[in-house]
């Protein structure tokens, strides 16, 4: 299981499924000087329009002016839209070096956290994971203290060489926030990977109450207790996160695990 959202979980007769807020386009930038550099950021690989590669080359130009917060909030939700958030990090960080502040600095590393989720060879993995933690740390060093950007960079040590690091910052920002949802969230995933279904049980259903209605934490409650052949309880999570729905990624999901249990009760 990769991250927290790189969760492959396996069902009956050996198949396999990725739960569906998966990441689905890799976006390849290996940019790494601002200003030399900040024309290099290509988009050929992808499929837009001749119109939106123009606005793209038309708001680069305004990311040194007074204009720089609307043309860079222009070009991430361009980038978001492609899912090119290396991208869109490149350029936040780039503003946030020219004009900084605690809030800038937030927004780079929490794009570049996205485009390492999506990151699928360990090189790359490794220069997002450090991009990550130099924006979220500059951010702190200007005052800024949500205790999200903790339990984001305790994530990127997770795939390292110290894992352990990165487990016990998710567990200093619950120990401070026990009903933080991030760190909940991502240390039930860890107990998931871990094979420790009891705990993560424990974890998904305090975010339960905090948001009963949250489909990724129903799913993985229904996932917990198949695992453990709580046939019953995996049902009926599963058959609540159906009703909460409709994108089909997850509701394949959903089936996937629901129509054995469905086959076998009959």
Same mark, same amino acid.
């Given at each position: 299981?990769?991250?927290?959202?790189?969760?492959?979980?396996?069902?009956?007769?050996?198949?396999?499924?990725?739960?569906?807020?998966?990441?689905?386009?890799?976006? /390849?930038?290996?940019?790494? !000087?601002?200003? =030399? #550099?900040?024309?290099?950021?290509?988009? &050929?690989? %992808?499929?837009?329009?001749?119109?939106?590669?123009?606005?793209?080359?038309?708001?680069?130009?305004?990311?040194?002016?007074?204009?720089?917060?609307?043309?860079?909030?222009?070009?991430?939700?361009?980038?978001?839209?492609?899912?090119?958030?290396?991208?869109?990090?490149?350029?936040?960080?780039?503003?946030?070096?020219?004009?900084?502040?605690?809030?800038?600095?937030?927004?780079?590393?929490?794009?570049?956290? /996205?485009?390492?989720?999506? !990151?699928?060879? =360990? #090189?790359?993995?490794?220069?997002?994971? &450090?991009? %990550?933690?130099?924006?979220?740390?500059?951010?702190?060093?200007?005052?800024?203290?949500?205790?999200?950007?903790?339990?984001?960079?305790?994530?990127?040590?997770?795939?390292?060489?110290?894992?352990?690091?990165?487990?016990?910052?998710?567990?200093?920002?619950?120990?401070?926030?026990?009903?933080?949802?991030?760190?909940?969230?991502?240390?039930?995933?860890?107990?998931?990977?871990?094979?420790?279904?009891?705990?993560?049980?424990?974890?998904?259903?305090?975010?339960?109450?905090?948001?009963?209605?949250?489909?990724?934490?129903?799913?993985?409650?229904?996932?917990?207790?198949?695992?453990?052949?709580?046939?019953?309880?995996?049902?009926?999570?599963?058959?609540?996160?159906?009703?909460?729905?409709?994108?089909?990624?997850?509701?394949?999901?959903?089936?996937?695990?629901?129509?054995?249990?469905?086959?076998?009760?009959?």
């Amino acid at each position: 299981m990769r991250r927290q959202q790189w969760v492959v979980l396996g069902v009956a007769l050996g198949a396999s499924i990725v739960l569906w807020n998966f990441p689905r386009v890799v976006v /390849e930038n290996d940019a790494v !000087a601002m200003r =030399s #550099q900040i024309d290099s950021v290509t988009t &050929e690989h %992808v499929k837009m329009s001749s119109e939106q590669k123009n606005r793209i080359d038309s708001l680069k130009h305004y990311l040194s002016t007074s204009a720089y917060k609307a043309s860079l909030d222009s070009l991430i939700a361009i980038f978001q839209r492609f899912q090119m958030y290396d991208s869109a990090g490149f350029y936040a960080e780039y503003v946030a070096k020219r004009f900084p502040s605690k809030e800038l600095f937030k927004q780079a590393g929490d794009l570049y956290y /996205e485009a390492y989720t999506y !990151a699928l060879n =360990s #090189q790359k993995e490794m220069h997002l994971s &450090e991009k %990550v933690r130099e924006m979220f740390q500059k951010a702190q060093q200007l005052g800024e203290n949500n205790p999200d950007m903790q339990v984001k960079i305790g994530m990127t040590y997770v795939n390292s060489a110290t894992p352990m690091q990165g487990i016990q910052m998710i567990r200093d920002v619950l120990a401070q926030h026990p009903r933080h949802r991030l760190a909940l969230l991502n240390l039930g995933i860890l107990s998931m990977q871990s094979g420790q279904y009891e705990k993560a049980i424990e974890r998904f259903e305090t975010l339960k109450t905090i948001d009963s209605t949250d489909v990724q934490t129903r799913i993985y409650l229904g996932v917990c207790w198949y695992k453990l052949k709580k046939y019953q309880q995996a049902k009926q999570e599963l058959e609540i996160a159906q009703t909460l729905t409709q994108d089909p990624q997850a509701l394949a999901t959903i089936d996937a695990y629901l129509q054995p249990i469905l086959t076998t009760s009959k």
